[in-house]
């Protein structure tokens, strides 16, 4: 049984949880405690206690435990690669990149805890000085996704503890192991009992708790819209700070003067890799009519060679979907798309064995064409591997209907023309734009994150992370 962290002591919850193989569902990774509301508060209690003492910590000692997390993390990332890649069911390396991201991540934030920003400055009156300074927030609370099950909790862990805050952590349902090796790492890197908390359970019945509990100053959550909407509402309503990484819709432009490899490989890296499973997966590619139809077959070649398998297998592209339910939603808009006339141009179909027969959760690679900017297709996060083609009359329409979206987390063109890049780098509405690039695969040092529907509150990661993480004081002092 692996049990919460909280205060320093490993403690059993109420009840526990069978962690499940997506790629070979008869195989069972652990149990794992499963926390409810009277543990969680007792987690928030911890982190409340030893807020003052981590808020008066050095920068040195902060540096030192975060050091420690990164290095041990980057020592390991083959091991825990692969135990993520059991877990969550992307591929081997883009398991051990992400072990290796979140290495880098706690580094980074390592040595943000040793330069922490403050200005002394004269006041506009004769004889007062004023000192600025960033204060840490308290306790927070981290809320995360089960897609990224180690770089999205060390890049709302780190900085918040690199700022001074103590961490209430709650990891998604689906990915309690990934969770658990990270929290045991954080256990043994120096803290203090009760700096870092780890409260694993049921999101629906621990989210609310934790965004309502007045000793929590600050939610961090990466999710759906859906619950991202609760979070805020129910931070709003006590005025606690709160940051929301919520879905996506992202386009990829693919313009006539494209490289035809340049654009087929940034689609299919970021529409189709890791299964889709990101919010920032190109899901509407629009095509100017130039290149439509030759974009479109070179792309239906490449699925074509896909090799969709067991996620920790050599030579496997493309693992399985996480659970059941990911894939009953995935199938339904698939079914959907169908019947709103859009054209399967391949896959589609779930698939119940991996080729050697192993029961799991396998989807094929999926590609639909002709679709309106009206269609679900186009207009919801799917979050799996089905992406839409959409036609454009010209670069003015290509750009207008990557626009058309609620979402504005990540925008993408193919073009050799600087102009045309440039053109669509300044209009795209999204926080972050790609050119001949996928749009996912992020870096750690400088902010991400969205707009519109997308997100909400101060950027995550970079320097700019600490934002989120702390306050202002503005001091005047009478000399
Ligand atoms: C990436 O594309 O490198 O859930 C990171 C997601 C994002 C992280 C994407 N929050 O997909």
């Given at each position: 049984m692996h049990r919460n962290l909280i205060a320093g002591q490993w403690l059993e919850g109420?009840?526990?949880?069978?962690?499940?193989?997506?790629?070979?569902?008869?195989?069972?990774i652990g149990?794992f405690a499963?926390?409810?509301?009277?543990?969680?508060?007792?987690a928030?209690?911890a982190a409340?206690a030893a807020a003052?003492a981590w808020?008066?910590s050095t920068p040195l000692q902060r540096f030192e435990v975060l050091d420690a997390v990164g290095a041990e993390l980057l020592a390991r990332r083959q091991e825990l690669g692969d135990l993520l890649?059991?877990e969550?069911?992307?591929?081997?390396?883009?398991?051990?990149?992400e072990v290796t991201r979140a290495g880098h991540i706690f580094k980074f934030h390592a040595g943000?805890a040793?330069?922490?920003?403050?200005?002394?400055?004269?006041?506009?009156?004769?004889?007062?000085?004023?000192?600025?300074?960033?204060?840490?927030?308290?306790?927070v609370?981290l809320?995360t996704?089960?897609?990224?099950p180690i770089a999205?909790p060390a890049w709302k862990i780190a900085p918040a503890l690199a700022?001074g805050n103590t961490v209430v952590f709650k990891p998604?349902?689906?990915v309690p192991a990934s969770a658990w090796a990270l929290a045991e790492i954080l256990s043994r890197a120096g803290l203090p009992a009760g700096t870092f908390n780890l409260v694993m359970?049921?999101?629906?019945?621990?989210?609310?708790?934790?965004?309502?509990?007045?000793?929590?100053?600050?939610?961090?959550?990466?999710?759906?819209?859906?619950?991202?909407?609760?979070?805020?509402?129910?931070?709003?309503?006590?005025?606690?700070?709160?940051?929301?990484?919520?879905?996506?819709?992202?386009?990829?432009?693919?313009?006539?003067?494209?490289?035809?490899?340049?654009?087929?490989?940034?689609?299919?890296?970021?529409?189709?890799?890791?299964?889709?499973?990101?919010?920032?997966?190109?899901?509407?590619?629009?095509?100017?009519?130039?290149?439509?139809?030759?974009?479109?077959?070179?792309?239906?070649?490449?699925?074509?060679?896909?090799?969709?398998?067991?996620?920790?297998?050599?030579?496997?592209?493309?693992?399985?979907?996480?659970?059941?339910?990911?894939?009953?939603?995935?199938?339904?808009?698939?079914?959907?798309?169908?019947?709103?006339?859009?054209?399967?141009?391949?896959?589609?179909?779930?698939?119940?064995?991996?080729?050697?027969?192993?029961?799991?959760?396998?989807?094929?690679?999926?590609?639909?064409?002709?679709?309106?900017?009206?269609?679900?297709?186009?207009?919801?996060?799917?979050?799996?591997?089905?992406?839409?083609?959409?036609?454009?009359?010209?670069?003015?329409?290509?750009?207008?209907?990557?626009?058309?979206?609620?979402?504005?987390?990540?925008?993408?063109?193919?073009?050799?023309?600087?102009?045309?890049?440039?053109?669509?780098?300044?209009?795209?509405?999204?926080?972050?734009?790609?050119?001949?690039?996928?749009?996912?695969?992020?870096?750690?040092?400088?902010?991400?994150?969205?707009?519109?529907?997308?997100?909400?509150?101060?950027?995550?990661?970079?320097?700019?992370?600490?934002?989120?993480?702390?306050?202002?004081?503005?001091?005047?002092?009478?000399?």
């Open positions: 109420p009840s526990a949880s069978r962690d499940i193989n997506p790629s070979d569902t008869r195989d069972c149990e499963q926390a409810d509301a009277a543990q969680l508060r007792e928030i209690g409340h003052p808020a008066a890649a059991r969550e069911g992307k591929t081997l390396p883009e398991a051990a990149a943000e040793l330069r922490p920003e403050g200005h002394a400055l004269p006041s506009v009156r004769p004889g007062v000085g004023i000192e600025l300074t960033r204060e840490p927030l308290g306790v609370g809320i996704p089960w897609n990224f999205i700022q998604a349902e689906a359970g049921r999101g629906l019945e621990l989210g609310p708790v934790l965004a309502e509990d007045p000793r929590v100053a600050a939610i961090s959550f990466t999710g759906s819209v859906r619950t991202g909407r609760g979070v805020a509402a129910a931070c709003a309503a006590r005025m606690a700070r709160c940051q929301l990484e919520m879905g996506g819709k992202n386009p990829m432009v693919v313009l006539d003067d494209a490289d035809l490899e340049v654009a087929v490989n940034a689609a299919v890296q970021s529409g189709w890799y890791s299964t889709g499973q990101r919010c920032t997966a190109s899901s509407r590619l629009i095509v100017t009519p130039g290149i439509h139809d030759r974009f479109v077959a070179a792309l239906v070649e490449r699925l074509g060679r896909l090799r969709v398998d067991d996620a920790r297998k050599p030579g496997t592209d493309i693992g399985p979907v996480i659970d059941e339910r990911q894939l009953a939603v995935d199938l339904a808009a698939i079914e959907r798309a169908r019947d709103e006339g859009a054209r399967l141009a391949f896959g589609g179909r779930a698939m119940a064995h991996s080729p050697d027969g192993q029961p799991g959760w396998y989807l094929q690679p999926t590609l639909f064409t002709d679709t309106t900017p009206q269609m679900a297709i186009n207009r919801e996060e799917v979050f799996g591997p089905v992406v839409s083609v959409q036609r454009a009359r010209d670069d003015d329409e290509a750009l207008a209907l990557a626009n058309d979206t609620p979402f504005g987390l990540a925008a993408g063109i193919a073009t050799t023309s600087l102009k045309r890049a440039t053109h669509f780098r300044r209009h795209a509405q999204a926080g972050m734009v790609m050119v001949n690039l996928p749009t996912a695969g992020v870096d750690f040092h400088v902010p991400f994150g969205g707009r519109k529907g997308s997100s909400l509150g101060p950027r995550e990661q970079g320097p700019q992370a600490a934002e989120f993480y702390s306050q202002w004081k503005t001091a005047y002092t009478a000399a």
